[in-house]
């Protein structure tokens, strides 16, 4: 969306500040990450101005994207009033592991991002080399889940090829066996049973 000029962006938004029913204006965009100066005072005011709710999600994947042009630009897109999300790719060899996610996470934070979305690769043609497994991809989730606030926390998402939706693919905490016994486990894979055993109680 940022690719359009302030004025066709606000005829855009005139159009749909007219539709009663709709309540919220969603756009996605990177253009903080790669042109920071498009984020200018006009483009602020306007979401400032608009009567829908508008939501800004930024397409970033990695802490050193944030730097001091990027930063400025987020403040500014904060104190337009867009509530501000951010929405990554998971990316082998960039940020496949739980200090680079860490750090991307509690960066954005601090500049009153909340972490949206971590998206495990599409299978784009030509992405290959980025790509790494589900199963690599769940065992990140569940260390950075012991090691950050749920506040810094995305939902790890697979777009199913064909367009059948968006589903989370994090893996389950909780199984209950055969006998009827509830495990949960921690982030080391330890199982604990859930509820505890009362202590004095039969097996």
């Known amino acids: 969306p940022l690719t359009l000029s302030n004025r066709r962006l606000r005829g ?3 159009a749909l500040e007219q539709i009663t029913h709709l309540d919220v204006i969603r756009f996605h965009t990177r253009a903080p990450m790669v042109k920071p100066g498009r984020i200018d005072a006009e483009l602020c005011t306007l979401l400032k101005n608009c009567s829908k709710a508008v939501y800004v999600v930024l397409h970033v994947n990695h802490a050193d994207e944030l730097n001091d042009d990027v930063v400025k630009t987020l403040k500014s897109l904060d104190q337009s009033g867009a509530v501000l999300l951010s929405q990554s790719v998971l990316l082998k060899g960039i940020n496949d592991n739980v200090q680079a996610l860490e750090d991307l996470f509690y960066a954005l934070v601090k500049l009153k991002v909340k972490p949206y979305y971590l998206h495990h690769p599409d299978l784009a043609p030509g992405t290959s080399h980025f790509r790494l497994s589900i199963e690599d991809g769940q065992d990140l989730i569940g260390q950075l889940r012991a090691r950050i606030s749920g506040l810094c926390m995305p939902t790890y998402v697979l777009d199913i ?4 939706a968006k589903m989370l693919v994090e893996k389950c905490a909780y199984e209950k066996t055969s006998a ?22 039969g097996t």
């Open 180 to 201: 009827g016994r509830g495990y949960v486990y921690d982030a080391s894979g330890a199982a604990h049973l859930y509820p505890p055993q009362k202590q004095g109680a």
């Open 12 to 14: 855009v938004f005139s």
């Open 161 to 164: 090829p064909g367009g059948y």
